[in-house]
T-cell receptor, first 113, second 112 residues
Framework: DAGVTQSPTHLIKTRGQHVTLRCSPI?????VSWYQQVLGQGPQFIFQ???????GRGNFPDRFSARQFPNYSSELNVNALLLGDSALYLC????????????FGSGTQLSVL | GESVGLHLPTLSVQEGDNSIINCAYS??????FIWYKQESGKGPQFIID?????DKRQGQRVTVLLNKTVKHLSLQIAATQPGDSAVYFC???????????FGAGTILRVKS
């Protein structure tokens, strides 16, 4: 079975642009979470979606938004990109919504120039 | 704010030795903990988890110990192998849902 898949794997953008990152969860998983990992640090929680509804949101500005589709895939959108948004964006999926094993994808490496 | 922290940023061990990676957490309300391994260019890989109603849990070559009295979590890796070289993160959940709070990570280097 395929694991969590993310696209694209790498992306280069310039300041002020917007970006859309995509994630497909493991088959049968209904929850998707997004994390931002800056080089040298642990991942930071951005969003969680379960059954297409936002379950939680981390301390990120409104420039960050996400949604989950009926097939449980998800998109993370970031508007008005800043240099500080450069990071590895990780998607994780789980069966249900609470306190379960999270399985991570390999991430999308975003570079903002 | 409350956070999960690690005592040692880098740990070097000889191949075949046992490794112990430590983690301190500050939120006594946390009741679910996970250890992840992250290799260069990859996402975190689930190693083992433990709930607060347990003190110890064993997997294949790994053991997680939870000491709620001193809010301490450790990961023990038996017979450490070169393939174990990676960054190890502990994470905790503080609330309903799957919002994990990660520590900064410990680099494990295995010398052959």
């Amino acid at each position: 079975d395929a694991g969590v898949t993310q696209s694209p794997t790498h992306l280069i953008k310039t300041r002020g642009q917007h970006v859309t990152l995509r994630c497909s969860p493991i088959s049968g998983h209904k929850s998707v979470s997004w994390y931002q990992q800056v080089l040298g640090q642990g991942p930071q929680f951005i969003f969680q979606y379960y059954e297409k509804e936002e379950r939680g949101r981390g301390n990120f500005p409104d420039r960050f938004s996400a949604r989950q589709f009926p097939n449980y895939s998800s998109e993370l959108n970031v508007n008005a990109l800043l240099l500080g948004d450069s990071a590895l964006y990780l998607c994780a999926s789980s069966l249900g919504g609470s306190k379960e094993k999270l399985f991570f994808g390999s991430g999308t490496q975003l570079s903002v120039l | 704010g409350e956070s999960v922290g690690l005592h040692l940023p880098t740990l070097s061990v000889q191949e075949g030795d046992n490794s112990i990676i430590n983690c301190a957490y500050s939120n006594s309300a946390s009741d679910y903990f996970i250890w992840y391994k992250q290799e260069s260019g990859k996402g975190p890989q689930f190693i083992i988890d433990i709930r607060s109603n347990m003190d110890k849990r064993q997997g294949q070559r790994v053991t997680v110990l939870l000491n709620k009295t001193v809010k301490h979590l450790s990961l023990q890796i038996a017979a450490t192998q070169p393939g174990d070289s990676a960054v190890y993160f502990c994470a905790e959940t503080m609330e309903y849902g799957n919002k994990l709070v990660f520590g900064a990570g410990t680099i494990l280097r295995v010398k052959s």
